[in-house]
Structure formats: C-alpha cells, structure tokens
C-alpha cells in the first residue's frame, strides 16, 4: 500500500511539473498576445486622432450613487491638440466648458455664472473626457486591458489609473473595430459616480483656430474660483 501510495504521488508530482513547465511559458504567451493586441489597439486609436483637432456630438449619462439619481444631457464637443477642448452643452441646460489648456472656464448662462480655474483641479487624469485631446495619455497613465467585443463587434479596454490621485479609479472605452473612433469613455470614481460619453458623427483633420478655446467672460456674470465660493 505504502508503495502504491508513493508511486501515486510521484506520478502526482511528476504530471504537476510537466503540466507547470507546459503552462508557464503558455500563459506567458498568453499575456504577450493580450499585450501585443492592446498596444496595436492604441497604435491604430492613436494614428485615428493623430490630426491637429476633431469634432463630435456626444451624449452623457451621469449615475450619482448617493442620491441614487441618472441625469442625461446632449451637446457637441471640439478638440485641439494640446490639451484645448471646448464642450457646448445644449440639453437640459445651456452649459459651456472651455480650456485652452491653461485656464478652465465652466459658464452657466442661465445662472449668469462663470467658474475659473486651472484645467488639472477638473480635468486631470483624462476626467471629464480630458483624455480626448491628447489620446497618449492612455498609455502614460492608465494600465489598458483588453476585455474583448461587445455585441456590436466593437473593442472593450478596461483603464486603471497608474496613480491614484484624484477621485477617479477605473474607466472604460469602447472602440470602433473598422475605424479605431473612441465611441464611448466610461468613468467611475471612489463614490461609485458613474459617467459615461457617447460619440457620433465624429469630424477629423480639423484645425480650429486657438480663438475657439478662448473664452471671453460676458459682463456682468458672477465670476467664481473652482473649488470656492467665493467671488472675484
């Protein structure tokens, strides 16, 4: 018996290293695939919004998990490298987010209100679809997954920040399989808020001129610091 069990447990053994030596370099292969299909996944995304600028129209759902509330608006949006965005927001309120990649304006018309601010304390980290107008970021600060097709053929990549330095703590993108468009950005923070951006018509081999990002404040609006209270 004492032998049986022995042999058994050689056998044991024995089948257990050839099965680790096997795997081993098989899930290494593995990982280098999955490797290998999301760095030509951003190669091709990144070729798509190599031009100067783009535009598109894009719908947004925002999910606030405290007040366990769904809020939805619609606008359009244009892009300039670098770091230039501009968001007009038509539904359900007017609303204006501008950057020329220095100063941040956020402009209620309907509040008569203007917040300004440094584009990072809002934008930072490729918030706020900020990752748009430079698509490098992704790989500078986000480790990208694969997570495979959705039922329209498209790609699914999972983003986790490298760093954790703001409320922001995972996203998500689904990609065009035929053109490498950005359809949509999906971000999730600390809070369990939840923001997702659609996209369609996209426009690319735009190049707006650096006037369109800079805001001119109206007269007589409420001028507020982001982050404070407090007036100018």
């Not at 600060?141 to 097709?149: A, H, M, S």
Request: glycine letters at 8%; aromatic letters at 10%; charged letters at 25%.
């Amino acid at each position: 018996m004492k032998k049986y069990i022995a042999a058994s447990m050689i056998m044991f053994l024995s089948c257990f290293i050839l099965f680790s030596a096997v795997s081993v370099p098989a899930a290494e292969k593995v990982a280098e695939k999955a490797k290998s299909q999301v760095d030509d996944i951003l190669s091709k995304i990144e070729a798509r919004y190599g031009g100067p600028g783009f535009s598109a129209v894009f719908t947004q759902k925002s999910y606030l998990a405290a007040m366990q509330m769904t809020e939805e608006a619609t606008g359009s949006a244009i892009f300039k490298k670098p770091g230039k965005m501009k968001w007009t927001y038509e539904t359900p309120e007017k609303q204006l987010i501008v950057t020329d990649g220095v100063t941040l304006w956020i402009y209620r018309p309907e509040d008569s209100q203007v917040m300004t601010g440094k584009p990072e304390s809002y934008l930072a980290d490729g918030k706020g679809g900020s990752l748009l107008s430079d698509v490098k970021m992704i790989r500078k600060k986000f480790d990208v997954t694969y997570t495979g097709k959705n039922a329209n053929g498209d790609h699914e990549l999972k983003l986790m920040p490298k760093e954790l330095t703001g409320a922001l703590t995972k996203a998500g993108l689904v990609i065009s399989a035929q053109s490498f468009d950005i359809l949509k950005i999906v971000y999730e923070n600390e809070y369990q808020d939840k923001t997702e951006l659609n996209f369609k018509d996209l426009k690319f081999g735009l190049n707006p001129s650096d006037a369109e990002f800079d805001f001119k404040i109206p007269e007589g609006v409420h001028k507020l610091k982001l982050g404070s209270q407090e007036k100018d």
